[in-house]
Structures are given as C-alpha cells and as structure tokens.
C-alpha cells in the first residue's frame, strides 16, 4: 500500500483505512503483482516473498515524494523498466520524447530484471478517479500483436488499467501475452472464455432468442444478440469446449475462473445481479440487453429455466478469487444501453442485487467494486452516481462512460466523456473509456489513444471538481507557463505535449512570446504584463517594451524573428514619418 500511497499523495494508512472499509480496491493477483506471468506457481510463500520485493522498493519511493511537486508523483514509472528507478516520476511532466521513447520500446513495460511486473493502483472515489482501457480481439478483426500495440498505447496515454475482452481468435495466448506485458492491472469477463475456443475465430451467428417459457409474466421477446461459435466437438479452447451458453455447467465455470486466476488476471466482470426475476422487466426497453455477458446470461436462464449460474455459485467464485487476491468488478448485465432506458426499475432492481453480492464478497475476503450503467441523461447522472453509493456502501463505483446522447455515431468518445466528467464529479471511481469505435467497429491504436485521453481529461476535470488533493496543482503550474509565455515548459506540462507542439508548430515554427492565434501586437499575455506594470506604481515612467527578449519561452530562432519584426517596423514607420 505504500506504493499506492505514495501515488496518491496520501499517508499508507489512509488506503489501508479504505480498503479495510471496502471503499477503495487494489486489484492486484498474487501472480501479476509477483511477476509470475503464467508458470505453474511455487508455493504461496514463495508467491508472497517475491511480492513483497516490490514492497520494499516502493518505501523508497514514500520519501521520493516529498522531494518533487505533488501532480509529479501521482504516478511512478512501472518498476521493471530499464530506465526506471523506484523514485522515478512518470506521468505527465515527462518529456515527449520519453514517452515516445517508451512506446517504440517493446520491453518499456517490464524490463530484464522485473518481468510482467505488476504496478499497482488504488480505485475509490476518494483518491483520484482511475480510467480502463478495453480491448481485446473479435471473431472478424485484430489478433495477439494488435492487442499488444493496443495495450502500450494505452499505457502511454494514460490507461490504470486494462481489460481484454477478446471473443475471437487464441483467447488464452492472447490473455496471456497481455498479462505478462502488462504493469497495470489486467482484467476479463471469464464467460467470453467459457463459450469461445479457437473456432470463435471462424464466425457465429448472432442470435436472438424468443421468451416462450410460461414462468416470465407474460414477456413475450428479449433481444438478447451475442455473436456465439458454432458448436464443434472436435476444436477445444484452453480447459472447454467452443459450446452454446446453454451448454455450460458449473464445473466448466469454476476451472475457467481459476484458470484465469492462475494466469494472473487481475479483477474479474462477473454478471452475477442479473436474474431470472429481471427478465420481464426488460419488455418496452428500446435497445434490449446490451450487455454482452449479460445477454449470454439471459440465454442461459431461457433455454435451461434455471436462475444466474454465477449468483448460485458465487461462494463457490470468491473462494477461488480471495486464494489468487482477485477483485471482483460485479458487472451490470442489465445496464441501459440507450438514453430512453437509463435509470428503468430493470437497471434498479440489478444494482439492488449487486450491493447483496458486495456484502457477500467482503464476508469471504474478496475486494469488490460495483458497475455502472452506459447510457444516462446528464441530469440523472449524479443521482445514479449517489444512488449507487447508498445502496451498495461505497463500494467504488465503475462506470461505460455514461454517453449523454445518442445521435453522434463516431463522436462516442467526446459524448461518453461529458458524462465520465460529470459521473467522476458526483464520485465515481473508475471510468471505461469509449472509443470512436463505439457503435460502429473495433478500436484501433488511434482508437484506444483517442479515448485515454477523452478520458483523462474527464478524470482530471472530475478530480478538480472533488478537491481531490494537488489535482489543480498541475493546471496551475501550466498556467503560470503560459502566462509567462514559456513555451518549452507549457509543451513539457501538456498531458500530449507533442500534439499541442505540432498544432503551434503548423503555424508558428519557432518559440516567440506571442502565438499565431493574436500575433505581437495583439496578444493578451503581453498586454496583461504591461498592465501589471502599470498597477506597480512605475506607470509614470513605463514605456511597454517593443520587443520579446525577455521572455523564457523565447528560443534563439525566435529572437532573430523577432528582431527582424522589430527593424521592419522601424524601417516602417520612419518611412510613413518621411511621407
């Protein structure tokens, strides 16, 4: 916890406090945070002396961090990177160059000391907001190295965590590959492994399955859609068979799940709230079931009259989960997935199960955190947020987005992120990013940066807005930059240093102290220090400088622009003197 602590610039004991309490997690796997990778393990003592190396190089970074400005130790570099040293700063402060440098580093996130090393992070409302980056490989798209590419974007540009969601391709290779190169936590929905092997990757035919059971009330359809594999006996995926929902037994459930804790997984989704009480509910929504766990869940529960498999067995799960230290993310199958649905009884009735099952979690020595819906109206985003909170005891709250409207298509990422800005305002804990993708196809690299750093941004905002403490002090030292018109510290603060240079560069190719936006004579910057000297009592005798020398920002090439300015408008106002 001194690790977390000391990102969190915040005393050891006020995380231990909160995760005693329940209101913060720290998804960590024994194997992960070990750097076990996917070996057969040693024995758990052995597993535990090596995790807590990491421990005793983290008290070194404690007192590191009164040495440097707080936004500066928010974040460590990962501890298995070649450069890195226990106290080194990572996050945003560093240079553009760094940051690239890393991404073009395939070792950049483990180095040869510290394999698959894990660095954890803390998640509650209490302590900066946290953003997942999804990904993961589709029966028609991507594969193992795209995820990677996938997986060090996100690292680059901001991801606390990863969750691989693949449904096509080798899932475990993939799952694999993602761990061991992975420094932040890892996490998965275990049911996309239960029922797609390697024939996934073939194809499957969506579904939609008919209520004709007499037991539901008079509900007459669910659209419950899942791309599915057709069954094929003679294809295995790691540990079942490439099988139908309805197929899966609980003994196939339990070695998927230890399987995955074996591995290394770090927190697990598992939509155990759904059950078969919900499914009337579901009539008159406009978009069905959008939870893709979920609606492989109703299928369940329609074709074999029994209740949710992962409520029944969920002693069963958390008994596996509390031997690895996986956290649970209870995942929310009934969720809207349209604003026309948002904050319906279905929603509510779910997240009234959820907070049972956190209670059930904490009793066997599980962390737990609660997921939140996707689509909700701006004005009910906080009354979820706080709904939440009461019913479910703070567990920390896990939220897709919220999208605030439905109609931009490919804009997805700003949409959700106007409801993350809010959400993390009212006390959410962790936001899931969306991407452009969203609606309309499988994200890509520039996908998966597109939405870190919609993200981050509504992160950051919701931080300043909960006083969380130093958030603003970052804003404030950028500002103070350019209000002193520095460029190479403004470009040095900026969370994407390197576009914000490109964009001032496609202009203005050289550091002045005036951008291209209001030229010399205009800019507002220079006028405000010129009314600063006047304010200082030297007004009778102060001439406003005509030039720019004096600026740090101003760089060896921009003092010969300017000097060239000065001695053209010289040359032009002698000229218009002379006429």
């Given at each position: ?27 960590a796997?024994?194997?992960h ?14 597993v ?10 983290c ?21 298995g ?105 890892v ?24 209520l ?61 709230g ?22 492989l ?5 329609i ?35 349209c ?66 409207t ?7 990422h ?9 959400a ?45 403490r ?32 490109a ?22 910057m220079?006028?405000?220090?010129e009314i ?27 003092r ?20």
């Amino acid at each position: 916890m001194i690790r977390v602590a000391a990102r969190e610039c915040v005393s050891p004991e006020f995380i231990r406090d909160g995760v005693a309490r329940g209101s913060i997690v720290i998804p960590a796997n024994i194997r992960h945070l070990a750097g076990s990778g996917g070996r057969e393990p040693g024995t758990k003592s052995e597993v535990r002396r090596e995790s807590s190396e990491v421990a005793a190089a983290c008290a070194r970074s404690l007192a590191a961090a009164a040495s440097h400005p707080p936004h500066l130790t928010s974040h460590f570099a990962p501890a298995g990177h070649p450069s890195a040293k226990p106290h080194a700063a990572l996050w945003v402060n560093q240079t553009v160059a760094q940051r690239r440098a890393w991404l073009d580093d395939p070792n950049y996130c483990r180095g040869e000391r510290a394999p698959r090393r894990l660095d954890p992070c803390g998640i509650g409302r209490s302590i900066t907001t946290k953003i997942n980056a999804n990904q993961g490989a589709s029966p028609v798209s991507s594969g193992t190295q795209q995820e990677i590419e996938k997986l060090r974007y996100a690292i680059l540009y901001g991801a606390d965590t990863v969750m691989d969601l693949s449904t096509g391709g080798d899932l475990d290779a993939c799952r694999q590959a993602i761990i061991d190169n992975s420094p932040v936590p890892v996490g998965t929905v275990p049911i996309y492994a239960m029922i797609a092997g390697p024939a996934a990757a073939r194809g499957g035919g969506a579904t939609t399955v008919p209520l004709s059971r007499g037991d539901y009330r008079g509900v007459e359809a669910l659209d419950v859609s899942a791309s599915l594999p057709s069954p094929d006996p003679s294809v295995e995926g790691r540990g079942v068979k490439s099988r139908r929902i309805e197929e899966l037994t609980h003994d196939d459930i339990l070695k998927t799940i230890e399987h995955q804790a074996r591995q290394g997984v770090d927190y697990f989704t598992i939509h155990a709230g759904i059950l078969r009480e919900h499914l009337p509910l579901i009539r008159g929504r406009i978009t069905g079931l959008v939870s893709r766990g979920g609606s492989l869940i109703a299928r369940y529960m329609i074709h074999t009259g029994r209740q949710n498999p992962f409520y029944e067995l969920f002693d069963e799960i958390s008994a596996i989960m509390r031997e690895y230290d996986v956290t649970y993310s209870l995942g929310d199958g009934v969720r809207p997935g349209c604003l026309a649905d948002a904050s319906d009884p279905a929603q509510v009735a779910e997240l009234h199960v959820l907070a049972e099952l956190v209670h059930r979690a904490r009793e066997a020595g599980v962390q737990v955190m609660v997921e939140g819906p996707g689509h909700i109206p701006l004005n009910e985003v906080a009354w979820n947020m706080e709904h939440q909170r009461l019913v479910c005891d703070d567990a920390p709250f896990y939220v897709l987005g919220p999208l605030v409207t439905d109609v931009f298509p490919g804009y997805d990422h700003i949409t959700s992120a106007i409801g993350a800005a809010e959400a993390a305002r009212a006390g959410a804990a962790m936001l899931c990013y969306v991407t452009p993708k969203e609606h309309v196809g499988l994200p890509r690299a520039e996908d998966v940066k597109a939405g870190c750093i919609a993200y981050r941004i509504a992160a950051h905002a919701g931080d300043i807005a909960r006083g969380i403490r130093a958030a603003r002090d970052w804003d404030d030292d950028l500002s103070r930059a350019r209000a002193a018109l520095n460029w190479p510290r403004h470009f040095e603060l900026a969370f994407d240093g390197e576009t914000a240079r490109a964009l001032h560069d496609e202009d203005l190719p050289v550091d002045t102290d005036f951008c291209a936006m209001c030229g010399h004579d205009w800019c507002s910057m220079r006028i405000s220090k010129e009314i600063e000297e006047f304010a200082s009592g030297k007004h009778a005798e102060f001439v406003p400088e005509r030039t720019a020398a004096q600026s740090p920002g101003v760089s060896e090439a921009g003092r010969k622009l300017l000097a060239e300015r000065e001695a053209n408008a010289a040359a032009e106002r002698a000229a218009a003197g002379g006429q």
